[in-house]
C-alpha cells in the first residue's frame, strides 16, 4: 500500500530484503560516500517517493547524509532543491513517477556513478562479488550472474528476488516499486 508512511530510520533493514539490488547499491553507496551524483539521486529519490517516504523525511535523510562532507549551507544551495523537486515543488511541479525497470536498464551510466541495473551495467565479477558478499550461497549467485550475463535482466532481479526472500516464485519484474510491494505483501502475509 503506497500510503504507508515510511520512516526513513527502516531504509536500512528494509534495503536488505525490500530493496531490489539496483535501490540496495545507491542506498549502500549513500550511506558509504555520503554522496550520490545526479542520476542516482534522482533514481533513488523517486523509488523512495514510491514507497512512502514524505518530503520532510526525505530532505532529513539526504541532508544527514551529505552534511557529513560539506556545510549545511552548501546543501541547501545545492541539494536540497533537487530533493523538493523530485516531489513536485519546484520548477515545473510534476508529480514525477519512480522510473520502471526498462527506463533504469536503457540508462547511461558513467565512471563513478552508481544508478542504473546492476544486472546490466556491472561487469559479471563485480556483480558476484556483491552478491558473495551478501552470503548467498554459491549455486544461486552463479544462477543471477548466468542470467544477467545472457541479457536477462530482469529475470536475473527476479532471482535475486528468490534468493533474499528464500522463494522460488520466479516473479515477473518491470518496476523497483513493484519489487518492493511484493516483497512487503510476502513478509507481512
Ligand atoms: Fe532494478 Fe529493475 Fe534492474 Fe531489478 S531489473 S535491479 S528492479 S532496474
Not at 101 to 123: A, W
Amino acid at each position: 500500500d503506497s500510503k504507508v508512511v515510511v520512516p526513513i530510520e527502516s531504509l536500512d533493514s528494509l534495503s536488505l530484503k525490500s530493496f531490489p539490488l539496483c535501490m540496495r547499491q545507491l542506498h549502500e553507496q549513500l550511506r558509504l560516500a555520503h554522496h550520490l551524483k545526479h542520476g542516482g539521486r534522482l533514481q533513488y529519490g523517486l523509488f523512495l517517493k514510491g514507497i512512502g517516504v514524505t518530503l520532510e523525511d526525505s530532505l532529513r535523510f539526504w541532508r544527514e547524509e551529505f552534511t557529513k562532507i560539506m556545510e549545511i549551507d552548501k546543501f541547501e544551495k545545492q541539494y536540497a532543491y533537487n530533493v523538493r523537486y523530485n516531489y513536485g515543488k519546484e520548477g515545473s511541479k510534476k508529480n514525477y513517477s519512480p522510473f520502471n525497470c526498462l527506463k533504469i536498464i536503457n540508462n547511461n551510466v558513467g565512471p563513478g556513478e552508481c544508478h542504473g541495473c546492476p544486472f546490466r551495467h556491472s561487469d559479471s565479477s563485480n556483480l558476484k562479488n556483491k552478491l558473495k558478499g551478501y552470503g548467498f550461497e554459491p549455486q544461486g549467485i552463479s544462477d543471477v550472474v548466468d542470467m544477467a550475463k545472457k541479457g536477462h535482466y530482469q529475470i536475473a532481479c527476479s532471482k535475486y528476488f528468490d534468493l533474499v526472500h528464500g522463494t522460488s516464485i520466479g516473479l515477473g519484474i518491470n518496476h523497483p516499486n513493484q519489487f518492493y510491494e511484493e516483497s512487503q505483501k510476502l513478509q507481512k502475509g
